[in-house]
Structure formats: C-alpha cells, structure tokens
C-alpha cells in the first residue's frame, strides 16, 4: 500500500471514529435504547445513520458519474452480476446471508455494540468493550479457519463479493 492509500484510510477511519464518539454511538445504551421499541424508545441512532445516508447517497452517485472513478480505499475490481447475487444484494437471499445477519443483530442487541464502535470504545478500556471486541476477534477467526474460502489470501487487496459469500459452487 502507498503512504497515500494508508493515510486515506487512517483519515476515513479516524473521521468516522470522530462522528461516532460526537453521536454518542460508541455508548451501548443508545444501541439499547434504539431497538427498545416498547420501552423508553431513542431514535438518536436512526437520526444518524438517516444523516450519513443523507451525506453519503448524494456524493456516492457524484463520484461514480464521474467517467475512471474508483475508490481510493479498498477497490476490489468490477463486480459482476453474479458476484452480487452470491453476496445476496441482487436476487435471491441466501441462507448463509440471513444467518450472519441474525447472529450479527442478536450480538449487537445484546451486546450493545456495533463493530465499529466497538473498536473506537476500546480506548475506554471499559470491560464490556474489551469482551465484546474480543469475543468479536474470536469470531472473526473461526470464521476465517472454518468457512473463508483457501484462495482468500493475505495479500489480496480486500474482500471480493465472490470472498464475502463464501465459495462458489459450480
């Protein structure tokens, strides 16, 4: 990676760990509070992600109107068709999709942490963060060992559609 890539995405990264720590989103009880719709419901969470959508969409289709523009972090290639449908974004669902979405939304409810909050919340050092974001890790390798497919290698420069569904069949 180029020192230009590398600080690109620190900055991206250190403006969305700014955003949050404003927000108050690294605080799980506004996850909480958000998804108690029958009890002391918080919208603040859904006034977020409506802003960052509202920023985002616009300059998203800005961007990719524009004739050679690719990301400057984490391009992958062209996504075809079929790579989109296997990553369950076009057609049908997949089994697999609609599992890790309820284990990922079963983990942020109890848990109270999304995984990017959660990494800015480790700087509090608060045990809750540090067993949720290690319980997290641990996730993220028995998924890598058990399921990712042996051709996604450590140098490849990020995750494909194909690499996000898992292997392909046929």
């Not at 890539?5 to 900055?11: D, E, K, R, S």
């Not at 992958?76 to 049908?92: F, K, V, Y």
Request: net charge positive; aromatic share 8%.
């Amino acid at each position: 990676m180029t020192k230009k890539v590398l600080a690109a995405a620190f900055l991206s990264g250190l403006i969305f760990a700014i955003g949050l720590g404003v927000s108050g989103m690294t605080q799980p009880s506004k996850v909480i509070g958000f998804l108690d719709l029958f009890g002391v419901w918080d919208p603040s969470l859904g006034l977020v992600m409506a802003g960052a959508i509202g920023v985002h969409l616009p300059l998203y289709r800005l961007i990719r109107r524009r004739p050679g523009s690719m990301p400057m972090v984490g391009t992958c290639g062209p996504i075809e068709d079929d790579e989109l449908s296997e990553a369950g974004i076009r057609g049908s669902t997949s089994g697999k999709a609609v599992a890790g979405a309820a284990i990922f939304g079963v983990g942020w409810g109890l848990g109270g942490y999304c995984p990017g909050p959660a990494v800015v919340s480790l700087a509090s050092a608060a045990p809750g963060v540090l067993i949720f974001v290690g319980a997290m890790a641990v996730g993220m390798l028995i998924f890598q060992f058990a399921f990712a497919p042996a051709t996604n290698s450590v140098d490849q420069p990020g995750p494909t559609a194909g690499t996000l569904a898992g292997p392909r069949s046929g």
